[in-house]
């Protein structure tokens, strides 16, 4: 659809900065500038909510999605087009706008609206909303990156992954909502999921607290959209993207379960051709979430997931997108081909990416959005050497060992050695891989040989941090034992055979912390008391960091304090 963005700047007077600046060192005033959705003077028209993402020094992306007639709701290809105003401002009265301009929405983007508004200035917060019919959204406030040579005293983001509905409440988002020092947050993947009721739902009886909508399997663009919207209507999710910028990656649920480049392994031929139910999931994925597709806020343009984003020169984030490229799951972990170099996990334009965007070393903090583990979990693993002298006489051990989940990096172990090789021969430092999608808690060294970790031919390059679930279900709730029981032993077993692994537990839910310095940087993890309660509280659970030029994890005694 045309999109019209008619950016008028406007002068602010000295009333407007000074209200922006009381707004900026005010909890209360920032409080008060982002109501409950309950109280939005526009949720009549706008019912999902208002969005802001992918920041960069002088711009940022607006989302919002409008129903201008009660037949328009998402997935329908109902309702008039319709032209929607958008406003940025300094100040949470708007008083005096920096920015605004109209967009063009209708049935052909599923009456969302996307933009990107530019010509901001680095390292400021705006406020920011849309108007329709008389009526306006409620209040969005977002956050620019730091200007590219700026150098931050430090950075703060939340941290999440795998958030399904049907398995809880997003307690986790509204405990981030409450903070007033985050950056921004980074959703690792599993946004949304694609099962219809009574799949996989809470614990092992998949019983749902909240049913998905449409109550079937999404595999049609109206299925996918209307699976959107109705994330997007959770108060929790609402209420956090309304107080800072999202930096996304999608992961597999997204467009179904255990995907690869073509195929999926909850994909059937009665569903159709699976490149075109990705094409679809994809297509609502860009109308529905405020990412830049091929480096534009643009819909259609470009389906390009992978990124770059620079906060200054204290850190870069590296988004991957490790399911649209990849080689086809094995079946067998035992089985040798995890480490046949024709297999790729990244595909190779973007391991070209990776690697490039490494080497060039841009900021200290090399930060990267990674959907699954790439540290290694293997059973057992031998050094390199032994792994070459039993495969000249038999040629049955993958190179790193026995695998006990090949839909993540242990399954493409020619792509992993390739950049940990990279990192070690350039000398690549403060190098941090932050995943999702294994509803679990980990801090992990990487090692170039896992068998020989921590010698030097063993040694790590990188580290990793693994945050848990929102809500999916974990060892625990799949063994429905209770928490700290029974996953101990699983623990204890997996962090035996794997040194490298400092830090691993399988049962709490919830989301972390990262906070960057030059100095380290370091995640906090916390735990949600109960999903299945909307008013669920939440508690530390355990810190661990990187120092700076140390590519090792260690624990920390406490939480990262006030900014």
């Given at each position: 659809?045309?999109?019209?963005?008619?950016t008028?700047?406007?002068?602010l007077?000295?009333?407007?900065?000074?209200?922006a600046?009381?707004?900026?060192?005010?909890?209360?005033?920032?409080?008060l500038?982002?109501?409950?959705p309950?109280?939005?003077t526009?949720?009549?028209?706008f019912q999902h909510?208002?969005?802001?993402?992918d920041?960069?020094?002088d711009?940022?992306?607006?989302?919002?999605?409008v129903t201008?007639t009660?037949a328009?709701?998402?997935?329908?290809?109902?309702?008039?087009?319709?032209?929607v105003?958008?406003?940025v401002?300094r100040?949470?009265?708007?008083?005096?706008?920096v920015?605004?301009?109209?967009?063009?929405t209708?049935?052909?983007r599923?009456?969302?609206?996307?933009?990107?508004?530019?010509?901001?200035?680095?390292?400021t917060?705006?406020f920011?909303?849309?108007r329709y019919?008389?009526?306006a959204?409620?209040t969005?406030?977002?956050?620019?990156?730091?200007?590219?040579?700026?150098?931050?005293?430090?950075?703060r983001?939340?941290?999440?992954?795998c958030?399904?509905?049907?398995?809880?409440?997003?307690?986790a988002?509204?405990h981030?909502?409450?903070?007033d020092?985050?950056?921004?947050v980074?959703?690792?993947?599993?946004y949304?999921?694609?099962?219809?009721?009574g799949?996989?739902g809470?614990?092992?009886?998949?019983r749902?607290?909240?049913?998905h909508?449409p109550?079937?399997?999404?595999v049609a663009?109206?299925d996918?959209?209307?699976r959107h919207?109705q994330?997007?209507?959770?108060?929790?999710?609402?209420?956090l993207h309304a107080?800072?910028?999202f930096?996304?990656t999608?992961?597999?649920?997204?467009?179904t379960n255990?995907?690869?480049r073509?195929?999926?392994e909850?994909?059937?031929?009665?569903e159709g051709?699976?490149r075109?139910?990705?094409?679809?999931a994809?297509?609502?994925?860009?109308?529905w979430?405020?990412?830049?597709?091929?480096?534009?806020?643009?819909?259609?343009?470009d389906?390009?997931?992978?990124r770059?984003?620079?906060?200054?020169?204290?850190a870069?984030?590296?988004?991957?997108d490790?399911?649209?490229?990849r080689?086809?799951?094995?079946?067998?972990?035992?089985?040798?081909?995890v480490?046949?170099?024709d297999r790729t996990?990244?595909?190779?334009?973007?391991m070209r990416?990776?690697?490039?965007?490494?080497?060039a070393?841009?900021?200290?903090?090399?930060?990267?959005?990674?959907s699954?583990?790439?540290?290694?979990v293997?059973?057992?693993p031998?050094?390199?050497?032994v792994t070459?002298?039993?495969?000249?006489?038999?040629?049955?051990l993958?190179?790193?060992?026995?695998?006990?989940n090949?839909d993540?990096?242990?399954?493409?172990?020619?792509?992993?050695?390739?950049?940990?090789?990279?990192?070690?021969?350039?000398?690549?430092?403060?190098?941090?891989?932050?995943?999702g999608d294994?509803?679990?808690?980990?801090a992990?060294?990487?090692?170039?040989?896992?068998?020989?970790?921590?010698?030097?031919d063993?040694r790590?390059?990188?580290?990793?941090?693994?945050?848990?679930s929102?809500?999916?279900?974990n060892?625990?709730?799949?063994?429905n034992?209770?928490?700290?029981?029974t996953s101990?032993?699983?623990?204890?077993a997996i962090?035996a055979?794997?040194?490298?692994?400092?830090?691993?537990?399988?049962?709490?839910?919830?989301?972390?912390v990262?906070?960057?310095?030059?100095?380290?940087?370091?995640?906090?993890?916390?735990?949600?008391?109960?999903r299945?309660?909307?008013?669920?509280?939440?508690?530390?659970?355990a810190?661990?960091?990187?120092?700076?030029n140390?590519?090792?994890?260690?624990?920390?005694?406490?939480?990262?304090?006030?900014?």
């Open positions: 659809m045309t999109e019209v963005e008619t008028a700047a406007a002068a007077d000295r009333r407007s900065l000074l209200v600046g009381a707004a900026g060192t005010s909890a209360l005033a920032l409080a500038a982002i109501p409950d309950a109280q939005a526009g949720n009549r028209y909510g208002v969005a802001s993402g920041p960069h020094p711009s940022v992306v607006l989302w919002t999605r201008p009660a328009a709701t998402p997935g329908s290809g109902r309702g008039p087009q319709v032209e105003r958008w406003e401002a100040d949470n009265g708007f008083r005096g706008l920015r605004s301009g109209r967009v063009v209708g049935p052909g599923d009456h969302t609206v996307k933009l990107e508004a530019g010509g901001l200035q680095p390292s917060t705006y920011y909303r849309f019919g008389g009526l959204s409620r969005g406030r977002t956050r620019t990156a730091p200007a590219p040579h700026e150098s931050p005293r430090g950075l983001f939340g941290v999440v992954s958030s399904n509905l049907q398995a809880g409440w997003f307690s988002y509204r981030l909502a409450k903070r020092d985050l950056d921004a980074l959703h690792l993947g599993d949304l999921y694609e099962y219809a009721p799949e996989y809470f614990g092992n009886s998949n749902d607290i909240r049913p909508r109550a079937k399997e999404i663009l109206a996918y959209r209307q919207a994330y997007k209507q959770d108060h929790d999710l609402q209420h107080r800072v910028p930096i996304v999608w992961d597999d649920h997204e467009v255990d995907a690869w073509n195929g999926a909850n994909h059937q031929r009665d051709d699976y075109r139910r990705r094409a679809r994809h297509r609502a994925y860009d109308e979430m405020p990412v830049r597709m091929g480096g534009t806020a643009r819909l259609g343009e389906r390009t997931l992978y770059r984003l620079k906060f200054g020169s204290l870069e984030f590296l988004m991957l490790l399911r649209t490229y080689s086809k799951q094995l079946e067998l972990p035992a089985d040798p081909d480490s046949d170099p996990i990244a595909g190779d334009a973007q990416w990776l690697k490039d965007s490494l080497r070393d841009r900021t200290q903090w090399k930060l990267v959005g990674n699954v583990m790439i540290a290694p293997v059973f057992p031998f050094p390199n050497d070459s002298a039993v495969n000249d006489v038999t040629g049955l993958p190179d790193d060992g026995v695998p006990y090949v993540q990096w242990d399954g493409y172990t020619a792509d992993r050695r390739e950049l940990l090789r990279l990192l070690a021969d350039h000398g690549i430092r403060d190098t941090v891989f932050l995943t294994i509803h679990s808690s980990w992990c060294d990487l090692p170039l040989d896992a068998g020989t970790y921590p010698t030097e063993g790590s390059v990188a580290t990793e941090m693994v945050c848990t929102v809500t999916s279900n060892l625990n709730d799949i063994t034992t209770p928490p700290r029981t101990l032993a699983v623990e204890a962090q055979s794997n040194r490298h692994v400092k830090y691993l537990n399988f049962d709490d839910h919830g989301y972390s990262l906070d960057v310095t030059s100095e380290r940087t370091q995640m906090d993890y916390y735990k949600i008391s109960d299945r309660d909307r008013n669920a509280s939440s508690h530390l659970t810190s661990w960091a990187t120092e700076a140390s590519q090792s994890v260690h624990p920390v005694d406490s939480p990262v304090g006030d900014r």
